[in-house]
């Protein structure tokens, strides 16, 4: 087996509809109410979720967003590449990593809302990371959009877009 196949097993990774492999570490027993809930969420979501989520070099996480800021948290493996669009178009990359003295960051938060798609940034290498979100992930708070609609909302972004879209 190699490093990959070994993380799968030893943490139990399933595929993530994202592209990627992930396991739900944390769900808390506390649930808010949606009459409580700012945004607009139908029914009720968990205080806070939590996963693991691992990508290899050779896929990518598409582009998709969910209502939730979400925490990413690095643990081990190559640093990742996450690429993040403002619901006004505004692009920007991050390289999360813990080589601190090469600018790369331990923690990211993007911002609920905001277009995001992760990429391994070294070849032939994994990463594996954590993602916290609160209010707690639902997949009704799930949106990945097919390439020629993201394209469309975001035409000068066309390049990075394409890249890392499925159909
Ligand atoms: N649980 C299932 N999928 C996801 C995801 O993409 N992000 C987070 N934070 N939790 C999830």
């Given amino acids: 087996m190699n490093k990959v196949e070994t993380i799968i097993r030893a943490l139990d ?3 993530h509809p994202e592209g990627g492999y992930f396991k739900e570490t944390y769900r808390s027993v506390g649930e808010i109410k ?3 809930l700012c945004g607009d969420y139908k029914g009720s979501r968990n205080y806070s979720t939590c996963i693991y989520f691992l990508l290899t070099s050779d896929n990518f996480s598409a582009f998709h967003r969910i209502k939730q800021d979400e925490i990413w948290h690095f643990y081990d493996g190559s640093p990742i590449r996450l690429h993040v669009i403002t619901p006004e ?3 920007s990359n991050h390289i999360i990593g813990r080589n601190i003295m090469e600018c790369e960051i331990p923690q990211f938060v993007v911002t609920g809302g905001c277009w995001f ?3 391994v940034v070294d070849m032939n290498a994994h990463s ?3 993602c916290t979100v609160s209010p707690g992930f639902s997949f009704e708070d799930f949106e990945l959009k097919p390439r020629k609609e993201l394209v469309s909302l ?3 972004l066309e390049e990075v877009i394409a890249r890392l879209t499925h159909e």
């Fill in 128 to 130: 594996l990371v954590g």
């Fill in 154 to 156: 975001f035409p000068q």
């Fill in 13 to 15: 990774l399933s595929p």
């Fill in 34 to 36: 949606e009459s409580s």
């Fill in 89 to 91: 178009g505004y692009y």
């Fill in 117 to 119: 798609a992760a990429e």
